[in-house]
């Protein structure tokens, strides 16, 4: 996955859903703009969501396709680091974060 601070929300892929086990197909929308206009797309509730160190239980996240090229299974977004202290530092190539 990667880190985009600019998505609302956590996103992963419709293929990474499924082999999951998590249908999309009776669940809530909700709105996600993305670069080519608004849309509704699925939220489901994860069991668990683990990166950075931190575990997300019973975590909502969109279900939305990526372009392919990306090679990506999704996004983290605010949402998985808003309670915390996310650092990048460029020079030394490094992502951190600390729980709030």
Do not use: C, W
């Amino acid at each position: 996955m990667a880190i985009d601070t600019g998505s609302t929300y956590t996103v992963i892929d419709p293929q990474v859903a499924a082999r999951l086990g998590y249908a999309t197909d009776l669940v809530a929308t909700v709105p996600v703009t993305t670069a080519s206009g608004t849309i509704r797309a699925p939220r489901v509730k994860v069991e668990r969501v683990d990166a950075l160190g931190a575990t997300r239980r019973d975590f909502n996240v969109v279900v939305h396709a990526l372009p392919p090229t990306l090679r990506l299974s999704g996004l983290l977004g605010l949402d998985f680091v808003r309670s915390g202290r996310l650092t990048f530092d460029f020079q030394r190539g490094e992502v951190s974060y600390e729980e709030g």
